[in-house]
């Protein structure tokens, strides 16, 4: 069985078909009834409980036609373009891709960050947000003349552009009070003064604009939990409706089907799933299409491609409508992807003609090792000083160690601060008395560090979980230190509370902790960065729960491709690994 198929087989396995319960609107805006499950899922239309200013007094908001596709073939992923935020080069760069009849080519290839492309309805202009000028703005590419513009000039942060069906109008969130908040823009007429959209203490995050233009789904942690709501464009005074919420789950990255009937989203709580709820039937409970996430309907709605994430890599994977089908079966990805979106074939030519005339770039790696010590008679190699870095024992294999060096100068530049300056551990020297029997720790391999947690209890580090194939890991955040938005971004992904289990609560005390509202200010995933010069994050021990070092929340392992004993002879002698521990 190849690789692809296993994971399919996996995939299949790991769909549980959750189920939230729904409820119809009710009339009088001050006594809603919700509908909930045992697990206190909601997933209902309700009167909305703040009222808002009428939104735009020019017609031209309302679309003029429908944004529906048409498909070329009878598998609508078999045309179309996929278009991603990918990690190149040390840089997010947008890219166009299709597995079948388009090889990756980068749209972009500059020196700065890239996220979030959104292509217009008829296909000529792509937004996506950059950070150019040091602030995260959103960007408008023309594709037929490749001029490029600036729709922002934020003096904090602004990304996750989505136009109006259209193509007049650009929803978009942006940070205001130190809280994101959704804002509709003019493109076509920059005397338009921009609307505010949401207004609440809370952060409004990731729109979602449908091809009726009449409504805008969107990200809330109004009420602690991230929920999807809807605004509705033509009721001020009921301006806003909740769509999905749960007291155990969290809901994200909402996107609406080509003919508007259909609205999916991820659901994550042991791990990300991805939903479908079709608004027009009497379909009363979402369905479950798979594991995933930033999922995108392609042509004719008969499927959501989406990405999904193992522990340290992804995968692109489309799932059809019908039950426990893919129309794409999984497809590893090198590079890391950051978000994603789809061109209907009706649309892709100018895009297609515009990367006609561009070259695409070939990726740069972000260090270069330089082997100096290796005995080629043993192929082993010794270990090399870290200059300046604190830590028992300063040292790295000769293979690795600029990696490290070109990582660490890498985030103090972008961070503002030093955290790899002080590590708990690099490598791990066999201990003097030791008998058989020793953990297999990456540390004695010299290819592992172990950062300082210090930052955790001080607040300029933040850790959000993330449960794949059964096992936790961590992503780990670091703070900015400059708070103005030219360093990072906002965390939209709740972040974990280890302190919870200690105060009280025995689910917390069970569970090692509790997910927690979004923390303010920018931030580095650090996690990202790091898997960008080779450093992949480790599951959690089994029982991190009640022992915090099993966490591994602050361990980091460049492997290279090679398993634990294969790195070890790198270091010791067959004779000097069967002392300690037996080999396979």
Same mark, same amino acid.
């Given at each position: ?6 994971? @399919? ?5 790991l769909?549980? @078909? ?42 031209t ?29 040390? @840089? ?7 597995p ?45 003349t ?54 609440? /203490? ?37 301006? @806003? ?71 340290n890599s ?14 794409? #079966? #999984? ?8 978000s ?17 005339q ?65 590590l708990?551990s ?10 058989? /029997? ?20 001080? /607040? ?6 993330e ?29 974990w ?20 509202t979004?923390?303010? /200010? ?63």
């Amino acid at each position: 069985m190849n690789t692809s198929a296993r994971l @399919f087989t996996r995939l299949i396995l790991l769909i549980p @078909f959750l189920v939230v319960s729904l409820s119809a609107c009710k009339p009088e805006p001050t006594t809603p009834e919700i509908a909930a499950d045992a697990e206190g899922t909601v997933v209902s239309l309700l009167q909305p409980s703040e009222t808002a200013a009428p939104l735009l007094s020019t017609p031209t908001l309302i679309p003029t036609t429908s944004n529906g596709a048409v498909a070329t073939t009878e598998n609508p992923a078999a045309s179309g373009l996929i278009i991603l935020a990918v990690k190149i080069g040390g @840089f997010a760069q947008l890219a166009a891709y299709h597995p079948l009849n388009q090889a990756l080519t980068q749209i972009t290839d500059d020196e700065w960050d890239h996220a979030d492309p959104a292509i217009s309805p008829d296909g000529t202009k792509l937004a996506f947000c950059a950070d150019e000028f040091g602030h995260w703005d959103i960007f408008i590419l023309d594709l037929p003349t490749g001029e490029k513009t600036n729709l922002t000039n934020a003096t904090t942060y602004a990304c996750s552009p989505t136009w109006s069906p259209d193509g007049r109008w650009v929803a978009y969130e942006v940070v205001m009070d130190g809280k994101l908040n959704l804002v509709i823009r003019s493109v076509m007429d920059e005397s338009v003064a921009p609307h505010r959209l949401t207004d609440n /203490g809370g952060n409004n995050f990731d729109p979602a604009w449908s091809p009726s233009g009449r409504e805008i789904a969107f990200v809330t942690d109004r009420n602690g939990r991230l929920e999807l709501w809807l605004a509705n464009l033509d009721n001020p005074q009921q301006r @806003f409706n909740l769509v999905a919420r749960s007291e155990h789950a969290d809901y994200t990255h909402p996107v609406w089907s080509g003919d508007g009937h259909s609205l999916a989203w991820v659901r994550t709580d042991e791990f990300e799933e991805i939903e479908a709820w079709n608004l027009e039937s009497e379909q009363t409970r979402p369905v479950t299409m798979g594991s995933g996430s930033h999922p995108v309907w392609m042509d004719e709605e008969q499927g959501v491609l989406a990405v999904v994430h193992s522990a340290n890599s992804n995968d692109l994977v489309a799932y059809s409508t019908e039950p426990n089908l893919l129309l794409l #079966p #999984p497809i590893h990805q090198k590079n890391e992807v950051l978000s994603i979106s789809w061109l209907p074939a009706k649309s892709a030519l100018p895009l297609k003609k515009y990367l006609s005339q561009h070259s695409p770039a070939s990726e740069t790696r972000l260090w270069q090792p330089e082997i100096s010590t290796q005995d080629v008679s043993s192929g082993r190699y010794e270990m090399v000083y870290l200059p300046d870095v604190t830590a028992p024992e300063p040292y790295l294999i000769d293979t690795v160690n600029e990696s490290f060096n070109s990582m660490r100068a890498a985030l103090r530049s972008k961070l503002g601060w030093d955290f790899l300056k002080i590590l708990e551990s690099a490598s791990i020297s066999i201990p003097a008395y030791s008998s058989s /029997g020793l953990r297999e720790d990456w540390g004695y391999t010299g290819r592992a560090i172990t950062v300082n947690l210090d930052p955790l209890d001080s /607040g300029w580090m933040a850790v959000s979980r993330e449960d794949i194939l059964g096992r936790t890991y961590w992503r780990v955040w670091l703070k900015c230190m400059q708070q103005d938005g030219t360093c990072g971004v906002p965390i939209q992904n709740p972040v974990w509370d280890f302190n919870a289990r200690i105060q009280g609560s025995s689910s917390a005390y069970e569970n090692g902790g509790l997910a927690t509202t979004l923390p303010q /200010g920018y931030w580095i995933d650090f996690t990202s960065f790091a898997l960008g010069y080779g450093w992949e994050r480790l599951p959690a021990g089994s029982n991190w729960q009640v022992y915090f070092p099993e966490t591994r929340i602050n361990r980091f392992v460049l492997r290279d491709g090679l398993s634990w004993h294969e790195a070890m002879r790198q270091r010791f002698t067959d004779t000097t690994i069967e002392s300690y521990w037996s080999l396979p």
